[in-house]
């Protein structure tokens, strides 16, 4: 269980950045994607991915440093002999600066890149939305200040999409990562409900990033919309039928 737990944690982290890195490639090279990002370039993207997170959990393994932690209340890196203290403090800094690190670092670049062409591509937007509504004199003004809102609302998005991406990366990883440094190399003794919240946050982020790559798309809220509004107009439907049925045969025997 601790082999595992060690695993998914690294393998969730490093494959956030292989998929920032795949989005980096489609946005700035859009044109030749396809022959920068092949079926083997995915296969060995995706293959170190696995292999850099296998890594820590083999060693540890090997080492004995694989148990259940009290702190955390889960089955974890661990260690009990003093003599090992600083031998694990070392492994377990170099574990997450390996994944926690290397996977945030990844994450600002590609999708810094990924703001800089999206704010580009919003700018020559801008310039011919002006110049049209320049040209069209006769416009109504309510489509006008439509087009200026949408034009508003189209710079907003990307900002909002990649800092909920690296936000809820943050949010999720960031506070075990540190609580594990701190029991390390601090003296101060951690209350056990935040060891154990912070373990629930480091688990919730596989269970998030459905909702959080899938309600950020546009597409994606639409079809939720339309699959709610169905059910919603067939339970009214069902309902006002019932209450219908219901309603008739309360009259039908006053009319009689």
Partial sequence: AAFLDTFLAANSMLSMAALSIDRWVAVVFPLSYRAKMRLRDAALMVAYTWL????????????SWLGFHQLYASCTLCSRRPDERLRFAVFTGAFHALSFLLSFVVLCCTYLKVLKVARFHCKRIDVITMQTLVLLVDLHPSVRERCLEEQKRRRQRATKKISTFIGTFL????????????????????????????????YSKAASDPFVYSLLRHQYRKSCKEILNRLLHRRSIHSSGLTGDSHSQNILPVSE
């Fill in 52 to 63: 850099h997170a296998l890594t820590f959990p083999a060693a540890a393994l090997a080492l």
């Fill in 171 to 202: 949010v999720c990883f960031a506070p075990y990562v540190i609580t594990r440094l701190v029991e390390l190399f601090s003296t101060v003794p951690i209350g056990s409900h935040w060891g154990v919240l912070s373990k629930c946050l480091a």
